[in-house]
């Protein structure tokens, strides 16, 4: 079975930085692209970035672009994310999410929320 | 980018009814399209892939079609527990966009 868990969310203040962790379990994780995808409060899903099986092709949303950096290790099996610059408009439970690939974004995790104050 | 534009953004049923919920493409994306189904406080679920095929364990009640531009997300028979927000994903090219979702509420 497919497990995404995800960690390191929390209450940043805006300027910030967080890291944010992705544990994979249950496929092969090295086989597959990896996606971050958020939700601000009551709002709708907005993809963030997207990362190759290799971690050489990247893909970011303009508003993360030149902010925050995708990356994985494959050896443990975790996917990052680590945000720089944190706005207030990047809170939000951010999703790690298995794809896209074939079966689109198949699987995603329980998200964790990030809070940044102004 | 491209646009993903779905409706209704809010939808009321009942249970037993077949609901509809469309999604139009800003340009032609074939068949990379999702659906996927959110509750509150939960992360969203994949129901749909290259818009017709069913995720393993989706229900058979739901279905999708479409191809190009036009797409669509049928439930035959809406259950209970079918009372959730839908939203669509077009994957054909980056960035990845979703729909801006629909409520179906009773």
């Known amino acids: 079975e497919v497990q995404l868990l995800e960690s390191g969310g929390g209450l940043e203040q805006s300027g910030g930085s967080l890291r944010l962790s992705c544990a994979a379990s249950g496929f092969s994780f090295s086989a597959h692209t990896m996606s971050w995808v958020r939700q601000a409060p009551g709002k709708g899903l907005e993809w963030v970035a997207s990362?190759?099986?290799?971690?050489?092709?990247?893909f970011y949303a303009d508003s993360v672009r030149g902010r925050f950096t995708i990356s994985r290790d494959n050896s443990k099996d975790t996917l990052y994310l680590q945000m720089h610059s944190l706005r207030a408009e990047d809170t939000a439970v951010y999703f790690c999410?298995?794809?896209?690939?074939?079966?689109?974004?198949?699987?995603w995790g329980p998200g964790t929320p990030v809070t940044v104050s102004s | 980018d491209i646009q993903m534009t779905q409706s209704p953004s809010t939808l009321s049923a009942s249970v037993g009814d077949r609901v509809t919920i469309t999604c139009r493409a800003s340009q032609d994306i074939s068949n990379y399209l999702a659906w996927f189904q959110q509750k509150p406080g939960r992360a969203p679920k994949s129901l749909i892939y290259?818009?017709?095929s069913l995720q393993s364990g989706v229900p058979s009640n739901f279905s999708g079609s479409g191809s190009g531009t036009y797409f669509t997300l049928t439930i035959s028979s809406l259950q209970a527990v079918d009372f959730a927000t839908y939203y669509c994903l077009q994957y054909r090219t980056y960035p990845l966009t979703f729909g801006g979702g629909t409520k179906v509420e009773i």
């Open positions: 999410a298995l794809g896209p690939g074939t079966m689109a974004l198949e699987s």
């Open positions: 990362l190759s099986v290799t971690g050489r092709n990247t």
């Open positions: 290259a818009a017709s």
